[in-house]
Nanobody, 118 residues
Framework: QVQLVESGGGLVQPGGSLRLSCAAS????????MGWYRQAPGKERELVAD???????NYVDSVKGRFTISRDNAKNTVYLQMNSLKPEDTAVYYC????????????WGQGTQVTVSS
């Protein structure tokens, strides 16, 4: 089994910054893509950003230029640096990883709350 443990959420004022971290642990052969999704109240879960094993990245348009995703393959950890935060960024942020065990499987973290408010 694979566990994803997130940290770094919290309350921040508009214009502020937060850094989310997600560490993968357990038994697996390799991690392909790691990413962050978010879900605001009453809305569907959406992809925020992801990064593959070659460090190619993908962002939703609403966060381009403000958020940066990165990963440390030695630590099996993905980060999301969030700058210039807006109230509309308020959501539960979920870490996601596509992991090769005996099969290629998708795993989710438990979620971390990000609230942007004055």
């Amino acid at each position: 089994q694979v566990q994803l443990v997130e940290s770094g959420g919290g309350l921040v004022q508009p214009g502020g910054s937060l850094r989310l971290s997600c560490a993968a642990s357990g038994s697996f052969l390799s991690i392909k893509t790691m990413g962050w999704y978010r879900q605001a109240p009453g809305k569907e879960r959406e992809l925020v950003a992801d990064i593959d094993s070659g460090s190619s990245t993908n962002y939703v348009d609403s966060v381009k230029g403000r958020f940066t995703i990165s990963r440390d393959n030695a630590k099996n950890t993905v980060y999301l640096q969030m700058n210039s935060l807006k109230p509309e960024d308020t959501a539960v942020y979920y870490c996601n990883a596509r992991v090769l065990t005996s099969l290629l499987r998708r795993f989710w973290g438990q979620g971390t709350q990000v609230t942007v408010s004055s």
